[in-house]
Each structure stands twice: as C-alpha cells, then as structure tokens.
C-alpha cells in the first residue's frame, strides 16, 4: 500500500510539472478565445419577417454555408460571466451545424433592421444581459444560447441537453486550495491531495491504468505476466 501511495504521489507531482511547463496551443483556439472576448453593439430594432419569409430572404441572397466564415466558436462571453462563472466555455462547431442543420434561418432567426449590418449577425449583437432596461422583453444571452441549443438537441434526439454536457465545471485555483510546504514528500503531497479526493484515490487503484492487465510481451522476465503494474510487481511514476 506504502508503494502504491508513492507512486500515486509521483502521478501529481509529475502532472504539476507538466502544467507547469510551456506548451503548444493550437491557433484556431486562440483566435476563437479573443474572439469570444468581444463585446460588440447592441441591436435594438430587429426586422421582424415570420420564418418563412426570413428563409427565403437568405437564399435570395445566395446565403449559404459556404459563405460560413468562422468555423469554431469558443462560447465564453463576458456578458455571461459578468454574472456568474460556475461552468467553463462551449466549444462550438459552427460550420458543422450548419452543414447538419442545412438552415441557416435555424439560429439567425431575425436580422438587424439596419440593412447595412450583417444578414447572420452574431448572437450576442440581439441578446446579451437579461432584463435589459430599455428592450426588457429579449432573452439574455444565457437563456438564448439554452433555448437554442437544448430545444433543437431535444427536438433531434442529438445533442446534450444537460450542463455538464455541454460544459466543464470550473475548477477552483488548486494554488489557493493545496496547503503543502516546499519541500513537500511523496507522502506529504498524497495525504493533501486526498484530504479533498479520497474517492478518486481509492478508485484509481482499480484501474486497469494501475494494475496494467494483459499481457507484457516487450517486458524483460515479465512477457508471460497478464499482471504486471504499479498494483503489482513494478514501481513507476506515471
């Protein structure tokens, strides 16, 4: 069990070096991060055509899915977390819900009644925070995004239509959470990680990550073995 502990030890504190160390970041994401940060005009008056006519405008126009510019939205608007952060961004895959939805009508739903703005503006220009004193009757945007998203996923039977489903739960700054000296030991570091996370502890004991299952054919004395691990006869950080 001491051995166990050790190596469980060695998993978080390798994990804090990995965090700490710098990493590629893949460039559509931070566009897509900086562009969530925007806040643009707000549009007060909206043309109000019924559906149909607001579809057969779009293809009048020759809007289509080709004319999709930005491919991935990373849903995390200020507007939103003005008020409350409990969950983390949507990753958003715009180009293919058009391409599965086919409508573009589906979402942009009403267009700005200025005719010099875009005919597919973007959400947060018509809703942004709820009960806005001078257009009160608009859907904030957190409602907007819900009543969207999960109404369509339900009306498909696709689609998450719960939280965590389409969010991660933010997770507290574990610098302000992790009591532990400098020069903190294996054990000093696994008894404070399990003074939150006792239950996840004992449930990766019983994985097969921990007790390595199966057969060992590439490892020396050990090829016939169908269990050889960290649960078992080897001791490893990782």
């Known amino acids: ?20 160390a710098e990493v590629w970041k893949a460039p559509d994401q931070e566009k897509a991060k900086e562009r969530a940060k925007e806040l643009v005009p707000f549009v ?14 779009l293809l009048d126009k020759g809007i289509d899915i ?4 930005t491919t991935y939205f990373h849903l995390e608007s200020p507007i939103i977390k003005a008020r409350e952060d409990h969950y983390g961004p949507v990753r958003f895959a ?26 597919t503006t973007r ?40 939280c965590t489903g389409c969010h991660l739960k933010n997770v507290p700054d574990h610098k302000e959470l992790v009591k532990l000296p400098d020069d903190a030991d294996p054990f000093q570091v696994t008894a404070e990680c399990r003074r939150c996370h006792d239950a996840q502890a004992e449930d990766m004991l019983t994985t097969a990550h921990w007790l390595w299952k199966g057969p ?23």
């Open 94 to 119: 715009h180009k293919r819900h058009a391409a599965l939805i086919g409508d573009c009508t589906a979402c942009h739903h009403y267009r700005p009644k200025d005719e010099s703005m875009s005919e």
């Open 44 to 57: 007060d008056a909206v043309k109000d055509d019924c559906k149909v006519l607001r579809r057969v405008c």
């Open 123 to 162: 959400c947060s220009a018509c809703h942004q925070e709820a009960f806005k004193a001078d257009n009160p009757q608009r859907l904030g945007l957190k409602a907007a995004f819900h009543q969207q998203c999960m109404a369509c996923h339900k009306q498909e039977a696709k689609g998450p239509v719960n």
């Open 216 to 238: 060992s054919p590439f490892t020396v004395k050990h090829r016939k073995d169908i269990q050889h691990g960290k649960g078992t006869t080897a001791l490893n950080n990782y």
């Open 1 to 20: 069990m001491i051995r166990k502990i050790m190596v469980w030890a060695g998993v978080v504190m390798l994990g804090a070096c990995l965090c700490s």
């Open 66 to 69: 080709k004319d999709v510019e």
